[in-house]
């Protein structure tokens, strides 16, 4: 059983910066593909954006031009650097993983591995 751990959010203000990090139990990342997700209150979660296993990234156009996707060399960090960051960015996270290897299939559907998720304020 794969377990994510998210960790990094906060509170910050309109134009901050955080980073999230997404930490698996294994050298998960290596073999498949994964999404961070958000869902404001009273929202649907949404994907933001998105790695293959072979670092082909996605954004979500809200989040384009300031938000970036990346891993580590030991395949087993996923990290969200947010940028520039909005009032309407005010969510909580989630890691997301196990869709597949590639960006098609995390867009197509989320995988059954879920971090905790971690909140994430943008307020002055």
């Known amino acids: 059983q794969v377990q994510l751990v998210e960790s990094g959010g906060g509170l910050v203000q309109p134009g901050g910066s955080l980073r999230l990090s997404c930490v698996a139990s294994e050298h998960f990342f290596s073999v498949e593909a994964m999404g961070w997700y958000r869902q404001a209150p009273g929202m649907q979660r949404e994907l933001v954006a998105a790695i293959s296993r072979t670092d082909k990234v996605w954004y979500a156009d809200s989040v384009l031009g300031r938000f970036t996707v990346s891993k580590d060399s030991t395949d087993k960090t996923v990290y969200l650097q947010m940028n520039t960051l909005k009032p309407e960015d005010t969510a909580v996270y989630f890691c997301?993983?196990?869709?597949?290897?590639?960006?098609?299939?995390?867009?197509?559907?989320?995988?059954?591995?879920w971090g905790q998720g971690t909140q994430v304020t943008v307020s002055s």
């Open positions: 997301n993983a196990g869709s597949g290897p590639t960006l098609a299939t995390v867009l197509r559907s989320p995988g059954p591995y």
